[in-house]
């Protein structure tokens, strides 16, 4: 079964710090991964995705990602974790072009200053 | 704005009665989706219209809920005899086929809440 997995619930880092926020996936073929952020009480903003190419793909706001075929994972990260960076985060796959997205349940960020 | 759009942002309702929602789509976009988002949960998806046609529903829509896309351009959802399990954020999202951005954009989301 197609599947996102993001271990963690909650990832804390102190402003200034690199961050990571890891997803796997479990699906066949070839994957189109993406990421999300949500801030409370809003819908889901667009931050990057991988579809083919460079494993590292850069997304907004300084956001980049790492797909690793072997491990099956996309995590997301950030050299310089800012306040302001603090939402909730979705990992996502979809396993073709324009297909439904399979979500993960999300990482909660929080940057303490 | 040229966004996907959702109305209305909030909607509080009692068991039983039946509610409507609207998604208004990227102009041009001819793919638009539904989620269900629940409290601590990522969204899962309800289901999907490329156009006007309806082409994949999730086991997760009951009979109680229906979508449309009558003119290819914005959709409705209807939930009728709502049940407190009802009670979630419902999002749109937006896709088009011929952008080439492969990146589906979502709406600020309908929050219902079934008492």
């Known amino acids: 079964a197609q599947s996102v997995a993001q271990p963690e619930d909650q990832v804390n880092v102190a402003e200034g710090n690199p961050l990571t926020v890891k997803c796997t996936y479990s699906v066949s073929g070839n994957p189109y991964l993406f990421w999300y952020v949500q801030y409370p009480n809003r819908g889901l903003q667009f931050l990057l995705k991988?579809?083919?190419?460079?494993?590292l793909v850069k997304g907004s706001y300084g956001f980049e990602a790492e797909f690793n075929k072997s491990q099956t994972s996309f995590h997301l990260k950030k050299p310089s974790a800012l306040v302001s960076d603090s939402a909730l985060y979705f990992c996502?796959?979809?396993?073709?072009?324009?297909?439904?997205?399979?979500f993960g349940q999300g990482t909660e960020l929080s940057v303490k200053p | 704005d040229t966004g996907v759009s959702q109305d209305p942002r909030h909607k509080i309702t009692k068991r039983g009665q039946n509610v409507t929602f609207r998604c208004d789509p990227i102009?041009?976009?001819?793919?638009l989706y539904w989620y269900r988002q629940t409290l601590g949960q990522g969204p899962e998806f309800l289901t999907y219209?490329?156009?006007?046609?309806?082409?994949?529903k999730s086991r997760l829509l009951s009979d109680r809920f229906s979508a449309e896309r009558p003119k290819g351009s914005f959709s409705t959802l209807e939930i009728q005899r709502t049940e407190q399990g009802d009670s979630a954020m419902y999002l749109c999202?937006?896709?088009?086929?011929?952008?080439?951005?492969?990146?589906?954009?979502f709406g600020p989301g309908t929050r219902l809440t079934v008492l």
């Open positions: 219209f490329q156009n006007e046609a309806q082409l994949e």
């Open positions: 999202a937006s896709y088009g086929l011929a952008d080439y951005t492969d990146t589906q954009y």
């Open positions: 102009s041009e976009h001819n793919r």
């Open positions: 996502a796959v979809a396993y073709n072009q324009g297909g439904k997205l399979i």
């Open positions: 991988y579809i083919t190419g460079d494993n």
